[in-house]
């Protein structure tokens, strides 16, 4: 069993930054693709950004693609996401997941689920 804890969010006015971890315990991720996605009220749970557990391959929805960048550190069995140029729309509730095996951006995909944080990009 993995559990993710989420942890980084908070109120940011438009064109600023924040930076969410996840930290995980109860079984190394090392090995896992990790996931971030985000959902805002009354809109369905949304693909953010993945990556490969040795790092080479990362994937990030267009939405977000060159403001937010994804990393980890296998060591301290995190995953991070960089999230600059914050627009309103970007406001939600940010997850971390972590998949057992395969490849996908769908949530169907994922098989653990950290409890969520909160993202509010005020205008």
């Known amino acids: 069993q993995v559990q993710l804890v989420e942890s980084g969010g908070g109120l940011v006015q438009a064109g600023g930054s924040l930076r969410l971890s996840c930290a995980a315990s109860?079984?190394?991720?090392?090995?896992?693709?990790m996931g971030w996605f985000r959902q805002a009220p009354g809109k369905e749970r949304e693909f953010v950004s993945l990556?490969?557990?040795?790092?080479?391959?990362?994937y990030y929805a267009e939405s977000v693609k060159g403001r937010f960048t994804i990393s980890r550190d296998n060591a301290k069995n995190s995953v991070y996401l960089q999230m600059n140029s914050l627009k309103p729309e970007d406001t939600g509730v940010y997850y971390c997941?972590?998949?057992?095996?395969?490849?996908?951006?769908?949530?169907?995909?994922?098989?653990?689920w950290g409890q969520g944080t909160q993202v509010t990009v005020s205008s």
């Open positions: 990556i490969s557990w040795s790092s080479s391959t990362t």
């Open positions: 109860g079984h190394t991720v090392s090995s896992n693709v």
């Open positions: 997941a972590a998949m057992l095996a395969g490849w996908g951006i769908e949530a169907g995909d994922y098989d653990y």
